[in-house]
Structure formats: structure tokens, C-alpha cells
């Protein structure tokens, strides 16, 4: 009788478990798709070399709707080009590209060559920058001339070289923690990149390795604001 009543206890509690898991589920696709009306696509496609690149693909609702005959109308927004740092992937770019999503851009949350569900190696092909902006170029559902790019980190070095490499393809670019003049990518001046914006933390991941040097170069009013710091060109 007892190990019949703990028998039952223990289905209880299994079944609220999973209650609890599925509502949890259910709670967190919402948020993230803003209410179901955000699509997200999981990506793939051809890298210089023949390397195969994934991606997460999010558009916006009013982008792809259909008429009264029931064809499908493309409305082109505006891209941007969401690209993580060092050993991570995609999904940790899912706090921009969601929030971008809802805002109406569409967003293509890159990996890496290596990291994630791309083919290695790591670290090729200007660290994916270029071949994911000329992949989300090529859509349709993107207006080409207005596509930025944000990196973090060593996503930031991809988004430097993929500017250098397509200059005339990008709007604008944001910088996370990250820095020009790194391991390929041009030194900033003047003139490139250009429409920047930079993100500087001071607990940010990986600090010393993408963001010291800028550091070193501000000057003592601009270390005060180092925190959650927005310089814009």
C-alpha cells in the first residue's frame, strides 16, 4: 500500500514537472519571437572554400505576407549581421538579434567557422564576417543598402574585415568589447570603418584580449565612461 501511494506521489510530481517544463517552453518561444511574430529560420550555406556556414535567420513580421490571392509579397527590410566571439555561437546572439527582430530588422545570428553547426576551421575566412555579409545581401527579403553589422568580441574582428572586404555593403557597425586593427582587420581612422558605434564594458568577456588595446588609447575623461561607453563616428 505505501510503495503503491509513493508509486503515485513520484507520477504526480513527474507529470508536474513536465507541466511546468512545457508551459516554460511555451513561455520563452513567445517572448522570443514577440508573440510568434518573429520567424526564425535555421540557416545554411556555402563559405568561400566550399565551407558550409549555419546561421539563424530572423524576420521580422510585414516582411513576407501574402495578398488577397494568396501569393506571397516580399517586403525588403533592413539586415543586420549579428556575429558572436570567441568559442561561442550563434544562439549567444540571440539577446541582439531578438530584440533587433521586433524592431523590424531582419537578423542573420552567425556561426563561426568551427564553432557551432559551421564547418571548421576555426578562424577562416576573415572569422566568417565577409561570407555572412554577402549571404545576407543576397536576400531577398533584405534591402542591400541598408544592412549593418554588430560584432562581439572576436565577432567584432569578423564585422572589421567584413567592411574591409565589402565596403560598399554595409550602413553601419557596432562593435561589442571589441576593436579595429586585430588579426586582419584595418586599422580604424577617420574614415573606416565608417558609421561606428563601439560598446566598451568594463566586466565584458574576454576583455584583455579584444579590448585592451583600445583601453590604453583613451584618454582619462573617456576611462570614466568606460561602462556601457557609446563613442559614434
Known sequence: MKTNTASKS?????????VLVLIGDLIASGVQTNGWTVKIKDVRFMG??????????????????????????????????AIHGYINSRETQDGFAIEFAQRGYVVLALDQTG????????FANGFSGPDGLKYLSSLDIVDPK?????????????????????PDAYKSIVLEGSS??????????????RNLGLIYSKFDGSLLGCSLPLHNRLQPKQRFLETNMMLYR
Not at 541598408?146 to 565589402?166: C, D, E, K, P, T
Not at 586593427?181 to 586599422?187: H, L, Q, R, S, V
Open 10 to 18: 513520484v507520477n504526480i510530481v513527474l507529470i508536474v514537472a513536465l
Open 48 to 81: 568561400t572554400g566550399g565551407i558550409e556556414m549555419s546561421g539563424l535567420l530572423c524576420i521580422p513580421p510585414g516582411v513576407i505576407t501574402k495578398d488577397a490571392t494568396g501569393a506571397t509579397k516580399v517586403n525588403p527590410a533592413p539586415g543586420i549581421l
Open 115 to 122: 564553432p557551432g553547426y559551421s564547418d571548421p576551421p576555426a
Open 146 to 166: 541598408n544592412i549593418s553589422l554588430s560584432g562581439h568580441l572576436m565577432g567584432g574582428w569578423a564585422s572589421v574585415v567584413a567592411a574591409q572586404i565589402y
Open 180 to 193: 579595429t586593427g586585430t588579426f586582419g582587420g584595418k586599422t580604424g581612422d577617420a574614415t573606416f570603418p
